[in-house]
Nanobody, 115 residues
Framework: QVQLVESGGGLVQPGGSLRLSCAAS????????MGWYRQAPGKQRELVAT???????NYADSVKGRFTISRDYANNTLYLQMNSLKPEDTAVYYC?????????WGQGTQVTVSS
């Protein structure tokens, strides 16, 4: 029903910035409940930032003040602007969309923060 494709990951130096994109497609869906998650090797997937009910934005404590989640309805795209990146931000980042009680996930995009 819904397909999600992340892009924008890559290698960046500490203190640098990246903007991740998540393109959504399908016959019908809502973008009111979406989020970004990340998973480092050997660790559990963790919440990074979410939009709930179209208006509420939540961020993990570790990224508050540095990351911003936003939507572009015209392009059916979710974004994650990441500033002041740290080595501990290194992970695969996944986009999630909740529609009709089901969570859809993208394939993930690698973010590596290293000098």
């Amino acid at each position: 029903q819904v397909q999600l494709v992340e892009s924008g990951g890559g290698l960046v130096q500490p203190g640098g910035s990246l903007r991740l994109s998540c393109a959504a497609s399908g016959s019908a869906f809502s973008m009111n409940d979406m989020g970004w998650y990340r998973q480092a090797p050997g660790k559990q997937r963790e919440l990074v930032a979410t939009i709930i009910s179209g208006v509420i934005r939540n961020y993990a404590d570790s990224v508050k003040g540095r990351f911003t989640i936003s939507r572009d309805y015209a392009n059916n795209t979710l974004y994650l602007q990441m500033n002041s990146l740290k080595p501990e931000d290194t992970a695969v980042y996944y986009c999630k969309l909740r529609w009709l009680g089901y969570d859809y996930w993208g394939q993930g995009t690698q973010v590596t923060v290293s000098s």
